[in-house]
């Protein structure tokens, strides 16, 4: 089979990850700025945060990993990884050299390509490259034959392991208060006009980049915005996980989980775990302000949860 390609007027994710994977590394504004380049050509305005978005799903797809501070990207090893409870499914991440593709295709596995329409506003993210199989062995031998790394089931081991969501280093208070905002309960970054003495995430501009500080307890300490968002709604008792089975007999404890879009985008290794239950992207509801996850068992929910000082709510 061939693989589909993104249709006209539309940006090909899939071209701009192949580039990714043929270079290797680099830095984050350049790739934001290629990526931009490439929206025009198709006549799509690439705004800031759509392109910035693009980056985060890119890494929480486990295509790349992403170091914010240092402005840099790197494309991760090429990985075929068992879904979770999904009836003999894998999907392959990381690098896509030239070449992979065809190697797929003619391997003794059913090989899918599956494209995900992008929520408005958004980037399109690249196809998701899924594998049917019915022997553990097989995929094995199918990893190796086209150089990749078979990672078993990358997103149960992963969640075994998450990192619980945690401030960073001291830091000296902010030096002035023009640039400086506050998150508020409904996820909004409000302007502050003197040096505040409210606990919380607050955002700034330092050297030419926005710079995360969280205050507690009259101490300001590092961290990003997605960490320090979690550490905020845990300090207001406020939950933002759901999780909702899909009821069918066998997969009881196989759900969604749908995450308020306020409290998004999860820290990178939240995200990917649960990126990697299903081997695409959430899908972004605006109307119900939800981020969801599709195959998501209901115990790497919890780990996730557990991780981000949070209680799954089980919903009908």
Not at 36 to 45: E, F, G, M, V, Y
Not at 51 to 67: I, M, T
Not at 108 to 121: C, I, K, Q, R, Y
Not at 255 to 267: E, K, N, R
């Amino acid at each position: 089979m061939s693989i589909a390609r993104s249709g006209s007027g539309t940006v090909d994710a899939d071209l701009m990850l192949r580039w990714m994977s043929e270079t290797g590394a680099g830095g984050i504004r350049s790739l934001r700025d290629h990526l931009t380049w490439l929206a025009r050509t198709s006549d799509t305005d690439a705004t800031a945060a759509a392109s910035g978005r693009w980056v985060r799903e890119l890494l929480a797809l486990g295509h790349a990993e992403v170091w914010w501070e240092q402005d840099r990207w790197a494309t991760t090893p090429s990985v075929i990884a068992r879904l979770p409870v999904a009836d003999g499914t894998a999907v392959v991440t990381g690098a896509r050299p030239t070449g992979i593709a065809e190697k797929l295709q003619a391997s003794e596995v059913a090989f899918h390509v599956h494209h995900t329409e992008p929520a408005d506003g958004d980037l399109p993210m690249p196809a998701s490259w899924l594998i049917q199989f019915d022997d553990v062995a097989v995929l094995r031998e199918v990893a190796a034959n086209v150089g990749a790394r078979y990672a078993g089931c990358a997103a149960i081991r992963l969640a075994a392991h998450l990192p619980v969501a945690s401030l960073g280093r001291p830091s000296p208070p902010p030096a002035r208060v023009t640039d400086l905002e506050r998150l508020n309960p409904s996820g909004r970054f409000v302007r502050v006009t003197d040096k505040s003495e409210l606990d919380g995430l607050y955002r700034l501009r330092a050297n030419g980049r926005v710079v995360h500080l969280y205050r507690h307890r009259g101490e300001w300490l590092h961290t990003d915005r997605a960490t320090g968002t979690f550490i905020d709604l845990a300090r207001r008792g406020t939950r933002v996980l759901r999780w909702r089975s899909e009821g069918r007999e066998g997969r009881t404890h196989i759900g969604t989980l749908f995450v308020d879009q306020h409290a998004m985008p999860l820290p990178a290794l939240q995200a990917r775990a649960l990126t990697l239950c299903s081997g695409r992207a959430p899908d972004v509801s605006h109307s119900a302000q939800t981020s969801s996850y599709s195959n998501v068992p209901l115990a790497i929910a919890n780990q996730v949860a557990e991780s981000l000082h949070q209680v799954i709510e089980q919903i009908p």
